[in-house]
Nanobody
C-alpha cells in the first residue's frame, strides 16, 4: 500500500499561484496513477488531475486545463500540482489519491487517499 500526505495549501488572492505536494510514504510502483481531487463544503468531490507515475501521462479536468500542471518527481517520491491563476471557485479541500494504471477521473478508481490540504482563494 502506498499513501500520500498532501501539503502546500494556503490563503491566496485571485490570480496567485500555489504548488501542492503529495509525498509518498513508501515506494510508488510505476503502474500507479496519482490524482488530485477537490471538495468544497456541501459539494461533491471533483476531479482535478491525474498522472501515471511511471511514464508521466497526464489527464486534466477542463476547469484547470491550461492553468495547472501535474507532475511527479522520482527523487522526492512526490506528485505536485502547480496551480496558476487561482480563482475563488478553486477554493476547496484538495486531496491526493493513488490507484491503478488506468488514468481516471472517478474517485472510486482510487484506493489510497490522503487527508487533504486546504486552498482558499479570495477575490
Amino acid at each position: 500500500q502506498v499513501q500520500f500526505e498532501a501539503s502546500g495549501g494556503g490563503l491566496v488572492q485571485a490570480g496567485d499561484s500555489l504548488r501542492l505536494a503529495c509525498a509518498a510514504s513508501g515506494r510508488i510502483p510505476g503502474s500507479t496513477s496519482v490524482a488530485w481531487f477537490r471538495q468544497a463544503p456541501g459539494s461533491e468531490r471533483e476531479f482535478v488531475a491525474t498522472i501515471r507515475y511511471g511514464d508521466g501521462t497526464t489527464m486534466y479536468a477542463d476547469s484547470v486545463k491550461g492553468r495547472w500542471t501535474i507532475s511527479r518527481d522520482y527523487a522526492t517520491k512526490s506528485v505536485y500540482l502547480r496551480m496558476n491563476t487561482l480563482k475563488p471557485e478553486d477554493t476547496a479541500l484538495y486531496y491526493c489519491a493513488s490507484g491503478g494504471p488506468i488514468l481516471s477521473s472517478r474517485p472510486e478508481e482510487y484506493d489510497a487517499w490522503g487527508q487533504g490540504t486546504q486552498v482558499t482563494v479570495s477575490s
